[in-house]
């Protein structure tokens, strides 16, 4: 079945202890990205990627590191999260970039709360 | 600025009624607007795409349709079901910039099909 997959699904931690939510597709999809989702604010893209070794930021990066090692794979690493990271996280993937045909192929989430 | 407004924010209706959902945009230049569906605790998933030349969209019982003039779209749900509880998120894309996609996300409309 193609999909995202997130883990874990829910988190709770403290200040300042490192954490990674893993994210990967089995669909060979290039674009990956990560996404926050809080209420009154809706999803805001965190980072992206267009491919392996290829990593951007988004509009919300601060915080927030990734990586692209393979192609299939977009961890998110918060290196010292903070109570304000307390979020609803998302990672998407598509076929490329832009294109009628690509719709965003969402994970389930992970729902972080850091205290 | 670029913006996309949703309304109504919540809206709760009985099982086998229609309604519609709508969507106001002030990007610019366009590309292209989606409609996505959010179960709760799942990740968005695609239902409908169209460009400025594209009226009317449908996949089942959705229906969506665009005024690009007026700016504006609509999703027309027929008799709706229990499953139809979701909140339905509108997003308009810009043209391709670089490496990512720009998406302006609307805050979405949570709509609850009460039996």
């Known amino acids: 079945e193609a999909q995202v997959t997130q883990n874990p699904r829910y988190l709770i931690t403290v200040t300042g202890k490192k954490l990674t939510v893993t994210c990967s597709q089995n669909?060979?999809?290039?674009?990956m990205s990560w996404y926050r989702q809080d209420p009154g604010l809706g999803l805001r893209q965190i980072y992206y990627?267009?491919?392996?070794?290829?990593?951007d930021k988004g509009d919300v990066p601060e915080g927030y590191k990734v990586s692209r090692k393979e192609k299939r794979n977009f961890p998110l690493i918060l290196e010292s999260p903070s109570p304000n990271q307390t979020s609803l996280y998302f990672c998407?993937?598509?076929?490329?970039?832009?294109?009628?045909?690509?719709?965003?192929?969402f994970g389930n989430g992970t729902r972080l709360t850091v205290t | 600025k670029n913006q996309v407004e949703q309304s109504p924010q919540s809206l709760i209706i009985l099982e086998g009624k229609n309604c519609t959902l709508q969507?106001?945009?002030?990007?610019?230049?366009?590309?292209?607007l989606r409609w996505y569906k959010q179960d709760t605790g799942r990740g968005p998933v695609s239902l409908t795409i169209?460009?400025?030349s594209e009226n009317t969209k449908s996949n089942g019982r959705y229906t969506a349709t665009l005024d690009a003039d007026t700016k504006q779209s609509s999703l027309h749900i027929t008799a709706s079901q229990l499953s139809d509880s979701a909140s339905y998120i509108c997003v308009v894309s810009l043209p391709s910039a670089g490496n990512n996609r720009k998406l302006i996300w609307g805050l979405g409309t949570s709509l609850a099909v009460n039996p």
């Open positions: 998407a993937s598509s076929l490329s970039k832009t294109g009628y045909n690509s719709p965003l192929h």
């Open positions: 669909m060979n999809h290039e674009y």
């Open positions: 969507c106001n945009y002030t990007v610019s230049p366009f590309s292209n």
């Open positions: 990627s267009m491919n392996v070794e290829v990593t």
């Open positions: 169209m460009t400025f």
